[in-house]
Nanobody, 120 residues
Framework: QVQVVESGGGLVQAAGTLKLSCTAA????????MGWYRHAPEKQRELVATLNSGDRTNYSDSVKSRFTISRDNYKNTFYLQMNSLKRDDTAVYYC??????????????WGQGTLVTVSS
């Protein structure tokens, strides 16, 4: 069983910062790709950023240069540092992991989501 827990969401004023965390627990052999997604009201779910096992990152154009995805391998924890937040960043943010668990099998695991609200 693999579980993913997110934290760090909240209410912040525009131009402020927040840092989201995503911690994976369970019998994990390796994490191949970690992604942050968001889902805003009346909008489709959007890929925000990804980080793969080779440290390659990818960002959506809407967050590029403002958000940074990173990880702490020892803690199986991933982060999304969000700077210069805008009202359009308001959404529920989800952590998604593509990983290999023990006994050996591929898994895709989603977190429960954490709400980020940016006020003007």
């Amino acid at each position: 069983q693999v579980q993913v827990v997110e934290s760090g969401g909240g209410l912040v004023q525009a131009a402020g910062t927040l840092k989201l965390s995503c911690t994976a627990a369970g019998n994990i052999l390796s994490i191949n790709v970690m992604g942050w997604y968001r889902h805003a009201p009346e909008k489709q779910r959007e890929l925000v950023a990804t980080l793969n096992s080779g440290d390659r990152t990818n960002y959506s154009d809407s967050v590029k240069s403002r958000f940074t995805i990173s990880r702490d391998n020892y803690k199986n924890t991933f982060y999304l540092q969000m700077n210069s937040l805008k009202r359009d960043d308001t959404a529920v943010y989800y952590c998604n992991l593509d990983l290999i668990a023990n006994p050996w099998r591929y898994l895709e695991v989603w977190g429960q989501g954490t709400l980020v609200t940016v006020s003007s």
